[in-house]
């Protein structure tokens, strides 16, 4: 009695769906810790100079002047007049970081500028891009 012999099935392909699930699970990992590494949170477009000096304080305060005259400390938005009572509260010796729109209108710097000043604080950083 003779046996017949399966035919065996012919291995020309190869499987990229582990290779594709592993890539997405890469993809994944990449996307959500690039959103973290942005600078800023509120986006302004900052002004150029050629003669600033980089500083990193240790403890600071963001102030960010957005192009349509919004202010923000940090990622709250403020008026002018809970602006100036917040400004008013924090330590002198506390970092102000000021980041303005380039587009934003002079004013709103002046104003931010004229509150500090009012209050005795010189500890504050303009940021700009080179």
Do not use: W
């Not at 994944?28 to 986006?43: E, N, S």
């Not at 050629?50 to 403020?78: H, V, Y």
């Not at 010189?122 to 891009?129: G, P, S």
Request: overall charge positive; proline content about 5%; hydrophobic content about 40%.
């Amino acid at each position: 009695m003779a046996r017949c012999k399966k035919p065996r099935k012919k291995f020309d392909e190869i499987n990229v769906i582990p290779f594709i699930d592993i890539m997405l699970v890469l993809l994944v990992m990449v996307l959500t810790t690039a959103t973290f590494v942005k600078q800023g949170v509120i986006p302004v477009e900052l002004p150029q100079a050629k003669k600033a000096t980089k500083e990193k304080p240790k403890k600071e305060l963001t102030i960010s002047i957005k192009a349509n005259g919004d202010i923000f400390i940090d990622k709250t938005k403020m008026d002018k007049a809970t602006l100036k009572n917040r400004l008013s509260s924090i330590p002198k010796e506390q970092v102000v970081v000021l980041r303005s729109d380039k587009n934003a209108k002079f004013q709103d710097f002046v104003t931010v500028m004229d509150i500090l000043k009012g209050i005795g604080h010189e500890n504050l950083y303009i940021v700009t891009k080179e």
